[in-house]
């Protein structure tokens, strides 16, 4: 038994190393690079804030970091809220926009931007940038109310009912975002779809200390639910015979996943894909224990976003792409990928 404890410890600091130096590396390459190069030679100069490097000490202070911080963290929730829907479905191939919360952000977003005129009655600009993303949060939430009261009242203990929820609130808002849609002018149109299509643009300091403190205090209390989580996996019958509440415990995940992917939405838009590769590349590599899946899910959703985002903003220099495009272009074959394996398996 001390063997096996030994030979645990050891290969879960390894995989917590690996993950971290290719994470630092990963944010090496993603700071240095991008419209305005900064050299490995300057970073002396950066620190010290010497004469003549005002204008990149700006680009590295002021945009460059804050938006690698916030793929960082926007990726860390999307990665554990991914894990988190998955082991509420019990399903590897689901994702949060299941429960319809990215639906629930757009739709409140479409209508925030055409039928309030882009958010023009707030008076300065610097007010305006933050309109849509709590436009989005709270979309985000008023889904959430809608299936904690499905899960407690309408059809308790029941996932099929979660589940057709979830696809009759994104059928809702897509026929919102569809009206919308044909009564925008051209410019809320533009300034719509490029939401949509997700961007880390205006990333600032006040965006990443929100992340964070979400995430410490999700991880706070999600560390009081793996065992329960554990054991839902088992399926709800052996939870409940183990002594979980099966109830409450869904009603908890699903506050959890409809808070973290509504953070995420409201502050870049939709990006899709990164809640369903992280927990499934983490559970080919470490298997299904949940103690491991949820935590290195954060860090794996971190790093594909920071790579998707880099490649987003350095292809087409000095223009830049929507990242979700390139989360869709990694994500929809890996999904295939996932579905093959998964179909395989079960034969």
């Not at 390459?29 to 010497?50: C, P, T």
């Not at 023009?120 to 709590?134: Q, S």
């Not at 959890?256 to 939709?270: D, E, F, I």
Request: glycine share 10%; net charge positive; with cysteine.
């Amino acid at each position: 038994m001390r063997q096996t404890a030994s030979h645990f410890d050891y290969s879960t600091w390894i995989t917590r190393l690996g993950i971290f130096f290719i994470g630092l590396f990963v944010f090496l390459i993603a700071v240095n690079f991008g419209a305005v190069d900064i050299q490995s030679a300057d970073w002396l100069h950066l620190f010290s804030q010497q004469n003549g490097y005002e204008g990149a000490s700006y680009v590295l202070w002021t945009i460059r970091i804050p938006r690698v911080l916030l793929a960082i963290t926007v990726g860390a929730a999307l990665g554990i809220a991914g894990a988190l829907a998955q082991s509420l479905f019990r399903n590897p191939l689901a994702d949060p926009g299941l429960l319809g919360v990215s639906a629930g952000a757009s739709c409140s977003v479409a209508i925030g931007i055409v039928m309030l005129d882009g958010f023009r009655f707030i008076p300065t600009e610097e007010l305006r940038v933050w309109a849509i993303p709590f436009f989005a949060f709270l979309g985000a939430i008023a889904v959430c109310f809608c299936l904690d009261y499905v899960a407690r009242v309408v059809s308790p203990g029941s996932i099929a009912g979660l589940l057709l929820t979830g696809i009759a609130l994104n059928a809702f808002a897509g026929a919102v975002i569809g009206l919308c849609t044909y009564l925008a002018n051209d410019e809320q149109l533009r300034s719509f779809t490029f939401w949509t299509l997700g961007s880390l643009a205006s990333a600032r300091w006040l965006m990443v200390g929100v992340l964070i403190g979400a995430l410490v205090i999700g991880w706070a209390w999600i560390r009081t639910l793996l065992q329960d989580l554990n054991a839902l996996t088992l399926g709800e019958n052996i939870a409940n015979h183990l002594g979980v509440d099966v109830l409450r415990l869904r009603t908890k995940v699903i506050v959890l996943v409809a808070t973290l992917s509504g953070l995420a939405v409201a502050w870049c838009g939709m990006i899709g894909f990164i809640g369903l590769m992280a927990p499934n590349l983490v559970r080919i590599c470490l298997g299904s224990d949940q103690k491991r899946v949820i935590p290195y899910s954060a860090g794996v959703g971190a790093i594909l976003l920071v790579i998707a985002d880099t490649i987003a903003r350095t292809i087409a220099i000095p223009a830049e792409l929507p990242v979700g495009i390139f989360t869709a272009l990694l994500g929809g074959p890996l999904f295939l990928i996932l579905l093959r394996q998964y179909r395989s398996r079960l034969n």
